[in-house]
């Protein structure tokens, strides 16, 4: 299976299930399309036949290199690796990562939270130490040999439990000898409670942080308020700024969520760039169809054109030296996923799992508050093993959408909870996100093949 696109001047054939990229032109990629359901000799009777002043000498030696790769293992290879891998990917598996919602409460009141404003569609909660401690030893306990383990410090805004997210770090560094384990904390802030003692402990203890910032001042501030009514920006700002400052090369994101308001989230993009951060993501807002800021269809040609435009921005940033990284464009053709990820993607449900101020566990921080998803807490561990099955098997192995696409193999078959907000089920898909990603990918393999020259 292959896929060909030509963007930016640029065409490339992706070949499926080997991984390869290759950058031809668009007279070798027609020969490759028509290769793949023709012999050598059938494909260049039928080239010729189309483009009969092509020069034929060429044309030949062009097939001698397609050949090559078929023999080679980098183009139309077959996808018995693949059917095997799916076997394998619903065996068991060993606990990986927890998010610790350590505050079901905010001190903003962003309209667009899927969280609804931090407390999940219940009431506001902290989580006790207590409770937090227990799930890192359950977390330790399930592990098995996994040296590297994840927690994400969420809520709600983490920082209103401040003093329970810094004993917890120390109690997890405390055991990490012991069990030969190593915790690597991250946490996601809305930024507003940001001061000189959480920018020295997280630059110190968390190996990733997300700051959420939504762009330009009056996109951010539509949406990103307070209690009050009062707009966020100016006062995170200086914050984010100084905390990246003082990170000293360390990982961070600065995160934002683009909606209808928003359709030209380059230019928050660039912003934010402008601004000196070099780590950005930009997310798009998933929400109900009748929701007045979610994305529609006719929306999808702005966004392919943003996102391309993007992917051209970075690569003149890149020349002029002040260049600047897109986490949806951050591919690794060489040393990316083994096949066993790309078939299971974040491991939701099974190695790794959400937990509440009250220590409940849900398959992800988006099941949190739908008790039809509850699998059950800290102290007992997971008591719903019928949903466990049914995460563990929640992959392209469940979607017969994905069968015949070319991304599947980068995306994993997409996110189980938005599938199960845009189908109704965990095994269903997301069609709308679909066609946002395979817009993505087509722009981040053009970007690898012009930063590559």
Same mark, same amino acid.
């Given at each position: 299976m292959?896929h060909t696109f030509?963007?930016? *001047?640029?065409t490339? @054939?992706v070949d499926?299930?080997s *991984?390869?990229?290759?950058?031809?032109?668009?007279q070798v990629?027609?020969?490759?399309i028509?290769r793949?359901?023709m012999?050598s000799e059938?494909?260049?009777e039928?080239?010729i036949?189309n483009?009969? +002043?092509?020069?034929k000498?060429?044309?030949?030696?062009?097939?001698h290199?397609? +050949?090559?790769?078929?023999?080679?293992g980098?183009?139309f290879?077959?996808?018995?690796?693949?059917?095997?891998a799916?076997?394998e990917?619903k065996?068991? !598996?060993?606990? !990986?990562a927890?998010c610790?919602?350590v505050a &079901?409460? $905010?001190n903003?009141t $962003?309209?667009?939270c899927?969280?609804?404003?931090?407390r999940?569609?219940g009431d506001?909660?902290?989580?006790?130490?207590a409770?937090?401690?227990a799930?890192?030893?359950?977390? @330790?306990e399930k592990?098995? %040999?996994?040296?590297?383990?994840?927690?994400?410090?969420?809520?709600?805004?983490?920082l209103?439990?401040?003093?329970?997210v810094?004993?917890?770090?120390?109690?997890?560094?405390?055991?990490e000898?012991?069990y030969?384990?190593n915790?690597?904390?991250?946490?996601?802030?809305n930024?507003?409670?940001?001061d000189?003692?959480?920018?020295?402990?997280?630059?110190r203890?968390? &190996? #990733?942080v997300?700051?959420?910032? +939504?762009?330009?001042k009056? @996109?951010h501030?539509r949406f990103r308020?307070d &209690?009050?009514?009062?707009?966020?920006?100016? =006062?995170?700002?200086?914050k984010?700024?100084?905390?990246?400052?003082?990170?000293n090369? =360390?990982?961070?994101y600065?995160?934002?969520t683009?909606?209808?308001h928003n359709?030209?989230?380059l230019?928050?993009v660039?912003?934010?760039a402008?601004?000196?951060?070099t780590?950005? %993501?930009?997310e798009p807002m998933?929400?109900a169809?009748d929701d007045?800021?979610?994305l529609?269809p006719?929306?999808?040609p702005v966004?392919y054109?943003?996102y391309?435009?993007?992917?051209?921005?970075m690569?003149?940033?890149?020349k002029?030296?002040?260049?600047f990284e897109?986490y949806?464009?951050?591919i690794d053709?060489?040393?990316?996923?083994c096949?066993h990820?790309?078939?299971?993607?974040?491991? %939701?449900g099974?190695?790794?799992?959400? @937990?509440?101020?009250?220590?409940?566990l849900?398959?992800?921080?988006q099941?949190?508050? #739908? !008790?039809?998803?509850?699998?059950g #807490?800290?102290? +007992?561990?997971?008591i719903r093993r019928?949903?466990?099955?049914?995460?563990?098997?929640?992959?392209?192995? %469940?979607?017969?959408? $994905?069968?015949?696409c070319w991304a !599947?193999l980068?995306?994993?078959?997409? $996110?189980a909870?938005?599938?199960?907000?845009?189908?109704?089920?965990?095994h269903?898909v997301?069609?709308?996100g679909c066609?946002?990603?395979?817009k993505?990918?087509?722009?981040?393999?053009?970007l690898?093949a012009?930063?590559s020259?």
């Amino acid at each position: 299976m292959i896929h060909t696109f030509t963007q930016n *001047g640029y065409t490339l @054939v992706v070949d499926v299930y080997s *991984g390869s990229v290759h950058v031809t032109d668009e007279q070798v990629a027609q020969l490759i399309i028509l290769r793949e359901h023709m012999s050598s000799e059938q494909t260049y009777e039928q080239f010729i036949k189309n483009f009969p +002043d092509e020069d034929k000498i060429l044309i030949k030696d062009c097939l001698h290199h397609i +050949d090559d790769l078929i023999k080679r293992g980098k183009l139309f290879k077959d996808g018995s690796e693949y059917l095997q891998a799916m076997q394998e990917h619903k065996k068991p !598996k060993e606990l !990986k990562a927890l998010c610790l919602n350590v505050a &079901h409460v $905010c001190n903003l009141t $962003c309209s667009y939270c899927f969280a609804a404003q931090g407390r999940y569609h219940g009431d506001a909660a902290i989580m006790s130490f207590a409770v937090g401690k227990a799930a890192l030893d359950m977390l @330790v306990e399930k592990s098995g %040999s996994r040296y590297n383990l994840e927690v994400d410090f969420f809520g709600g805004e983490p920082l209103l439990n401040w003093e329970t997210v810094k004993q917890l770090v120390g109690y997890g560094r405390s055991i990490e000898k012991e069990y030969h384990k190593n915790f690597r904390f991250t946490l996601t802030t809305n930024g507003v409670l940001i001061d000189d003692e959480v920018i020295d402990f997280c630059n110190r203890e968390m &190996h #990733n942080v997300v700051l959420s910032l +939504d762009g330009r001042k009056q @996109v951010h501030d539509r949406f990103r308020v307070d &209690h009050q009514g009062l707009g966020s920006y100016d =006062k995170i700002m200086p914050k984010f700024q100084e905390f990246v400052r003082r990170r000293n090369g =360390k990982g961070y994101y600065i995160r934002g969520t683009y909606t209808r308001h928003n359709l030209d989230f380059l230019q928050d993009v660039l912003h934010m760039a402008d601004l000196g951060f070099t780590q950005l %993501s930009m997310e798009p807002m998933v929400a109900a169809p009748d929701d007045p800021e979610a994305l529609r269809p006719e929306d999808l040609p702005v966004l392919y054109r943003q996102y391309e435009q993007l992917a051209v921005e970075m690569i003149e940033r890149k020349k002029q030296g002040r260049g600047f990284e897109f986490y949806h464009y951050l591919i690794d053709l060489e040393n990316g996923p083994c096949l066993h990820k790309r078939l299971g993607g974040c491991g %939701s449900g099974t190695e790794y799992l959400a @937990v509440t101020p009250s220590g409940d566990l849900y398959p992800c921080h988006q099941f949190i508050g #739908n !008790k039809a998803y509850l699998m059950g #807490n800290v102290q +007992d561990g997971i008591i719903r093993r019928d949903l466990y099955e049914d995460f563990n098997s929640c992959g392209l192995s %469940s979607r017969t959408a $994905c069968e015949n696409c070319w991304a !599947k193999l980068y995306c994993a078959g997409g $996110c189980a909870a938005n599938a199960y907000h845009a189908a109704g089920s965990i095994h269903g898909v997301y069609e709308y996100g679909c066609d946002l990603f395979k817009k993505r990918l087509e722009c981040a393999l053009m970007l690898q093949a012009a930063l590559s020259e």
